[in-house]
């Protein structure tokens, strides 16, 4: 289902024209209007989603499999020396645009970009208390 007041909607049900670099029944891809870096694009399934919990499993799977279809393209096309896939739920987490989308970022050497984290300690104890508790909600 479209949200007329969601700006991902519009864009990816061509309400707002844009360039689509790829586009199919369920999602389209776009350039980032800000991009990281050169080749910056965004995966927009076409019906509303707020963030990954409220994806069907048809849109995740879809998601992915074109993911991996222009990750390759962007890979041919650009040639960057890595590639960064993000995906924020949250405002906490990033989340700007509470339409879910997927960030393929090509990374350059010395671009600048800051995708990461500090690492913490994790002792067995606490991993085996994580474990548990995600396996009893599955």
Sequence with gaps: MKKDDCIFCRLANGD???DAIYEDDLVKVIFDAGPASEGHVLIIPKSHADGIYDLTNEQAERIFAVAVKVSNALKKAFEPDGLNVVQNNGEIAGQTVFHFHMHLIPRYKGDGVNVGWNP??????????MLEKVKSCL
């Excluded at 913490?120 to 208390?129: V, Y």
């Design 120 to 129: 913490k300690e994790l002792t067995d104890d606490a991993r085996q208390e």
């Design 16 to 18: 707002i024209p844009v």
